[in-house]
């Protein structure tokens, strides 16, 4: 933050030129941009109106430091004006949540809200923030129909107002000794064919990744075939060459599990066990030939396993538990009431996106007890106990995890690939997940794993400079064009190097302390993609270095070859809440 402007006066803007800079802005049915006509002073205003006769929700976000603001007392004070406000309003929002997870939202309509028509009008609230908290958020507020903009606003701490600091121009420039210096840290890639190519161009993972024994692939987006390409090949030199046997993706646990019955025992239609994963994202000619390499390989003495490790559904775990005990009635009938109560909840969490109620938690675990002892009690192989008790570990982690706290996703994901790791001790292990959740910081899971396994754990980032990759959005799950790496961003430096596609060894840089690298150890604008087709949201501004132990850097994307899908997809409200978890790391930057 000491580099960092809060932008209160919306006067820097973002790369596109529409949006204030390090502001996070979200909303349903309106449009958000920046002023230069309507303004309170300065250049510009942040003006929200919703779409005609349209009852409009948005807002826009920033964090404030913890180590300047926590422990103090805070004023939040800002000039809104309204025209047309209507079953609705217009106003500040503040945010704490605190150590133990509470979050504290000061919005007091009658107080920190105005609605109709209303000139320039300062509005202001007050908070006591305890120490230690986690996170500090503030901002603005629009509900109903009408306009709404926002400008000058200011921040006390202690009756003492803040002053905020004056941002530097971003680097958008290497010089020639810069090129010369931070080519030395870079492994060019001749190729990412998966099914052939040069595969020298990976010798050098196995000096990078030493003895370690864990090693996260990542991807920026869900859609970029390059990037699934170049994995697959990293997968099948790890599997070959240095023993990686586990191989552990960000799908549900179970569905996942099954890809074995063709992987191990060539059982089962392939296709058709990778759309069971009910993702778009793995639904891919890409990851069936990935498929179709492990099933082969596994022709000869040496097993390779196909698992993974999230926890956003419950229907295959169901169907576990079903299939092991359908010819005990007492817990068939247990079973379809606890499936009749998780179809209930899903739909609730979808469409209101509410927690479960105590009453239906309390009912819920005196199921879950009754299928744990039921199966503690049952002849099954001890193997299987084993695995049936993950599955009902997964229904809890799934009636724990809300839309809007994707934090408990990546510990539950942790855990699971923990739970993995440690049922196959002499095993190594590759992890295929995209870069948020592979990455050794903030609360996810790559962060809980480095915590847990140290050296052992590995990671490699990937980025693209432009191009295009499957993502969710106003056109459905299909392809939509980037957003061209602009000046001042990781990739658009990278770039400037001139190779299509290489291996940078962040952890090299970042020990060397070269003076003519220094500028990659601190925070830049990258790109995040996702699953979701944001082009306001594609780049957030982090520390690279700290993120990844080495960054896979590609000069153009293209999608990833769709395959027909041949189960039912789930609903797309689960790749909307990728993007609000980015909407976390992005208040976090």
């Known amino acids: 933050f000491a580099q960092k402007s809060l932008n209160l006066n919306f006067e820097l803007k973002a790369y596109n030129y529409l949006l204030p800079k390090n502001w996070y802005t979200h909303g349903e049915d309106l449009n958000i941009s920046l002023d230069s006509i309507d303004k309170h002073s300065g250049n510009y205003s942040l003006k929200i109106n919703a779409h005609n006769n349209v009852c409009a ?232 030939d990935l498929v179709e390499w492990m099933h082969n390989f596994n022709q000869s003495s040496q097993s390779i396993e196909y698992t993974g490790f999230d926890m956003q559904l419950y229907d295959g775990s169901i169907r576990e538990l079903s299939d092991n005990f359908k010819n005990n009635i007492e817990v068939e009938k247990k079973i379809f009431n606890l499936k009749k109560k998780l179809d209930r909840i899903s739909i609730q969490k979808q469409s209101e996106m509410k927690n479960v109620t105590d009453i239906e938690m309390k009912d819920i675990d005196s199921i879950l007890l009754f299928l744990k002892q039921s199966t503690e009690k049952s002849t099954f192989q001890i193997s299987k106990k084993i695995w049936l008790q993950r599955n009902i570990k997964i229904i809890q982690q799934y009636l724990g995890f809300n839309y809007s706290n994707y934090i408990w996703r990546d510990k539950c994901m942790a855990e699971n690939f923990t739970w993995i790791k440690e049922c196959n001790p002499d095993s190594r292990f590759i992890i295929w997940a995209h870069n948020i959740h592979i990455m ?61 596609a290489f291996i940078l060894d962040l952890n090299k840089i970042k020990s060397d302390k070269n003076r003519y690298t220094e500028w990659l150890n601190y925070r830049l604008d990258y790109r995040i993609a996702g699953a979701i087709n944001d082009s306001s949201n594609e780049f957030m501004n982090r520390n690279i270095v700290e993120d990844f132990d080495y960054l896979i850097f590609i000069k153009k994307s293209s999608p990833s070859i769709l395959l027909p899908y041949l189960q039912k997809m789930e609903n797309i409200r689960i790749f909307l809440a990728e993007d609000l978890f980015n909407t976390i790391l992005l208040n976090q930057a």
């Open 57 to 288: 929700n948005g807002r826009f976000i920033g964090r404030l430091p913890n180590e300047v603001f926590a422990g103090k007392s805070i004023e939040y004070k800002g000039w809104i004006k309204t025209k047309g406000v209507e079953n609705g309003y217009a106003g500040l929002l503040f945010n704490v949540e605190e150590a133990d997870g509470k979050i504290l939202v000061l919005n007091d309509i009658d107080r920190h809200c105005i609605y109709g028509d209303n000139n320039w009008t300062q509005l202001s609230l007050k908070m006591d923030i305890n120490k230690g908290v986690k996170s500090i958020k503030f901002g603005g507020i629009f509900v109903g129909k009408g306009t709404a903009w926002f400008d000058n606003l200011e921040l006390y701490i202690n009756g003492n107002k803040y002053i905020d600091i004056i941002e530097t121009e971003p680097k958008t420039f290497l010089s020639q000794k810069e090129i010369i210096e931070l080519k030395k840290y870079i492994y060019p890639l001749k190729t990412s064919v998966s099914d052939g190519g040069y595969i020298e161009d990976f010798n050098i993972i196995k000096k990078l990744i030493g003895d370690s024994k864990i090693i996260g692939l990542g991807e920026v987006s869900h859609g970029s075939s390059e990037i699934y390409k170049i994995k697959n090949r990293i997968v099948q030199y790890l599997m070959v060459n240095n023993g990686f046997n586990i191989f552990s993706i960000e799908a549900n646990m179970p569905e996942a599990y099954k890809l074995n019955d063709y992987i191990v025992r060539g059982k089962g239609n392939p296709k058709k066990l990778i759309s069971n994963m009910k993702f778009w994202i793995w639904n891919t000619k890409e990851m069936l």
């Open 440 to 500: 050794k910081t903030d609360e996810v899971m790559g962060y809980y794993l480095a915590q847990k396994f140290g050296n052992d754990y590995k990671t490699f980032g990937f980025t693209f400079f432009d191009g295009s990759f499957n993502a969710f959005g106003n056109k459905g799950v299909t392809s939509y064009d980037s957003v061209k790496a602009y000046p001042g961003t990781l990739e658009y430096l990278l770039n400037q190097l001139n190779e299509p």
